[in-house]
T-cell receptor
């Protein structure tokens, strides 16, 4: 069974600093996607970044980037120049099939100190 | 362009009652998935609807059922409510034949409290 593990329940970062959120997953598939979602207090899940497993290059979206280690099944999210609006819960997610369900980790609560 | 809309935003029910939650997908999307998110946990997949049929189902009892209408909107029904059904219920829409992985767009959810 596919699993997604986020072992850090909470993290804190100083405004303008960089923070890395960890995620590991387990799969027997060779071609897949990985996602990071942000859930602010409004509760709406917002897609932050997506990584295609067959691509060697790590995905980047403005201040957000990933460190994807396929052999280690590790998918961490780096947030640079942290802003107060980055405070939220962050979920790592893995889809089982191209158009099927997402399996989410338990999430990490990120707080940003001014 | 409206995103995914869910109603109601909050709901309070008592044990044993039945509840219906509603979802309108993002314009252009034809697939609706439902997730249950307990407090402090990640969302858990309930089921997915495409072409008015249930295509995938997670590990949820038959008390959880759904429906998709010709306009792609969807309902989630829960019968014989239990205290443990208290959670945030998220609806997500997508385009079934979309390439590039599963790009879900989520609504803001319905917070269900069972007393």
């Amino acid at each position: 069974a596919q699993t997604v593990t986020q072992s850090q329940p909470e993290m804190s970062v100083q405004e303008a600093e960089t923070v890395t959120l960890s995620c590991t997953y387990d799969t027997s598939e060779s071609d897949y996607y990985l996602f990071w979602y942000k859930q602010p207090p409004s509760r709406q899940m917002i897609l932050v970044i997506r990584q295609e497993a067959y691509k060697q290059q790590n995905a980047t979206e403005n201040r957000f980037s990933v460190n994807f280690q396929k052999a280690a099944k590790s998918f961490s999210l780096k947030i640079s120049d942290s802003q107060l609006g980055d405070a939220a819960m962050y979920f790592c997610a893995y889809p089982t099939g191209a158009n099927s369900k997402l399996t989410f980790g338990k999430g990490i609560t990120l707080s940003v100190r001014p | 362009d409206a995103g995914v809309t869910q109603s109601p935003t909050h709901l309070i029910k008592t044990r044993g009652q039945q509840v219906t939650l509603r979802c309108s997908p993002k314009s252009g999307h034809d697939t609706v998935s439902w997730y249950q998110q307990a407090l402090g946990q990640g969302p858990q997949f309930i089921f997915q609807y495409y072409e008015e049929e249930e295509r995938q189902r997670g590990n949820f009892p038959d008390r959880f059922s759904g429906h998709q209408f010709p306009n792609y909107s969807s309902e989630l029904n829960v019968n014989a409510l239990l205290l443990g059904d208290s959670a945030l219920y998220l609806c997500a829409s997508s385009f079934f034949s979309g390439t590039g992985g599963l790009k879900l767009f989520f609504g803001s959810g319905t917070q269900l409290s069972v007393l």
